[in-house]
């Protein structure tokens, strides 16, 4: 059972910077996407940064060179990062990873993500 676990939220000024982690146990899949979404209060969930099995990345444009998306592995287990720089409020939301066990046609959109972890909370601060 695969099993998605977020941490690395927190408060920070505009301008300021996190990194979020994701561990994705008995996550092995030889081909496979995983992806950072958001969502805000009051507004719908949206993709921020995906990868996949060939280290390809996508970025929303909101967040493209701002924020960087990378994975690492063992053989149990796969995390995913998120290092987020030059935050602004606007970035303030709750921050969830995703995992598909294939390679999705289209990495921000979340139908295509078998599986989801709880989520962090990030703050920005003006």
């Known amino acids: 059972q695969v099993h998605l676990v977020e941490s690395g939220g927190g408060s920070v000024q505009s301008g300021g910077s996190l990194r979020l982690s994701c561990v994705a146990s008995?996550?092995?899949?030889?081909?496979?996407?995983l992806a950072w979404f958001r969502q805000a209060p009051g507004k719908e969930r949206e993709g921020v940064a995906a990868v996949n099995s060939f280290d390809g990345t996508f970025y929303a444009d909101s967040v493209k060179d701002r924020f960087t998306i990378s994975q690492d592995s063992t053989s149990t287990s796969r995390t995913l990062y998120l290092e987020m720089n030059s935050l602004k409020p606007d970035d303030t939301a709750m921050y969830y990873c995703a995992a598909a066990a294939h390679i999705v046609s289209y990495p921000l959109e979340g139908s295509n993500y078998n599986w989801w972890g709880q989520g962090t909370q990030v703050i920005v601060s003006s």
């Open positions: 008995q996550y092995t899949f030889r081909k496979h996407s």
